[in-house]
């Protein structure tokens, strides 16, 4: 039973690089069409959109926040989901309403190149936690952190995921998401059906710990449902796939990825919240569940993972390529430069795995946090079409949930305790509030006192 991981893990890998089309043109590479220049249909994009943003990590964390805090927990994780609605709004504001080719774009025209600046700063930062996190589960489910077989587990998948990615672009991440996504599907079906037939299990399992309002699960539920408005606009993957498609396959892909996605996560969280009901003091969550499922179902449990981290990881790698050759325009658009940018995202992303945090959690609040500078610019310039907010909104906006997220990072590591001995998740809801609030009133004030629409700097 040893083997039988590594050699899932193996197939799938030597399945996707035979999948992965080598892109001849810049076409396929950053933009995904194929040979005849087709864009994708409708289930390729609803599952690209889907597996990517099912990741390792995703699963992981909704599965240990279950396993802490009990159904409501895995709920506030789902919660995030809801972010394909926001999303699909966004897009189709930006794209089909306004015209705008990327939010760049879009931030380009009403805030000149410090919009841009500011942006693709944030989007940067989420890529490379991307790839540092789901790397990370890797490593974790083949050894121990810091071991011989921990370190080369990850360097080979890494190696073979970047091989294929590089291939191929974001054509290959398209065509290898679908192929995942089926067998990620049939994994977790089959994981689910042995845990239902289960006889150590009760539906009663899943209710071990009640609602209170004030417990870390529920303050973590208000926290998603505040973030899920500016959270998409900050995710360059999900941004990527809303300008591919037509917009009636759009709209379609990311309200149905939306129901998908957040079935899959809440069936995942539950075996966390199953763990949690049985789990004696100080057993881990693996450990509970091994003890609980047995050795079959751990093995679906831990492939799901596998299945999930290789499929997010090729789209953070071309969404970077993207970023750097297409967005932010520094440099050509060329096969060459776009593989030479995903292979430094890796290599940025490895050494966060072998020297930085190995809170799971902290990346997504960190990021989601970050992304909250977005939430005015959503309400007043994208859906209200206000065009004379001034700089200095916008900057103030930034700077306030940059500094925010860096404040719930020291609070949540334990560097300080400006915010008092209270839990971290109710920190970061005080944080969430301030910024959403503060923000907002300074794009409010900013459009009451500017008399005509704002200046754009020269690019």
């Not at 974790?140 to 921990?150: K, R």
């Not at 294929?164 to 067998?183: E, K, N, W």
């Not at 966390?272 to 047995?294: E, F, I, P, R």
């Amino acid at each position: 039973m040893d083997y039988v991981l590594p050699a899932f893990a193996g197939v799938i890998a030597l399945a996707s690089v035979l999948l992965s089309p080598r892109a001849e043109s810049e076409g396929a590479f950053y933009l995904g069409v194929n040979a005849s220049g087709q864009k994708p249909g409708l289930l390729t994009l609803t599952f690209s959109q889907v597996t990517t943003w099912i990741f390792a990590r995703s699963l992981m964390n909704a599965a240990i926040l279950g396993f802490y805090y009990g159904i409501w927990g895995t709920l506030a994780y789902a919660f995030y989901y809801f972010s394909f609605l926001t999303g699909g709004k966004i897009v189709d504001s930006l794209r089909f309403e306004q015209g705008f080719n990327s939010v760049q774009d879009f931030l380009r025209e009403r805030f000149g190149r410090w919009g841009t600046a500011c942006y693709n700063f944030v989007i940067a930062i989420r890529l490379v936690s991307e790839v540092f996190a789901n790397v990370l589960v890797i490593g974790i489910l083949f050894g121990v952190a810091g071991s011989t077989v921990y370190t080369w587990t990850i360097l080979v998948f890494s190696a073979i995921t970047l091989f294929y990615s590089m291939l191929g672009g974001l054509r290959a991440s398209l065509r290898t998401d679908v192929f995942q996504m089926v067998i990620f599907l049939g994994t977790l079906v089959l994981l689910i059906a042995l845990v239902v037939f289960n006889h150590n299990i009760t539906l009663g399992d899943l209710a071990s710990k009640p609602f209170v309002f004030d417990q870390p699960g529920p303050v973590l539920m208000l926290v998603a449902l505040l973030q899920i408005w500016s959270y998409p606009m900050h995710d360059p993957v999900m941004m990527d796939r809303g300008f591919l498609a037509d917009r009636k396959t759009t709209r379609k892909s990311f309200q149905h990825a939306a129901w998908i996605s957040i079935i899959c996560i809440v069936a995942f969280g539950c075996l966390g919240v199953l763990a949690g009901a049985h789990a004696v003091k100080g057993a881990s969550m693996n450990a509970t569940l091994m003890q609980l499922l047995g050795t079959i179902p751990m093995l679906l449990f831990n492939a799901a993972l596998v299945i999930s981290a290789m499929s997010t990881l090729d789209s953070a790698l071309s969404s970077s390529a993207k970023l750097l050759a297409v967005d932010m325009g520094i440099m050509k658009m060329s096969l060459r430069n776009g593989r030479a940018v995903m292979a430094a995202f890796m290599l940025l992303g490895l050494l966060l795995v072998f020297w930085g945090n190995k809170d799971l959690f902290s990346a997504v609040a960190v990021s989601g946090t970050a992304s909250l500078y977005l939430a005015p610019v959503i309400f007043f310039s994208l859906w209200g079409k206000r065009t004379n907010i001034p700089l200095w909104s916008y900057l103030f906006s930034f700077v306030l949930a940059i500094a925010a997220a860096a404040l719930y990072f020291t609070e949540s590591s334990g560097y300080s305790h400006l915010l008092g001995d209270a839990h971290k998740y109710t920190k970061l809801l005080y944080l969430t509030v301030a910024v959403l609030g503060l923000g907002c009133f300074g794009f409010w004030f900013g459009g009451k006192t500017s008399a005509r629409p704002v200046e754009k700097e020269a690019v």
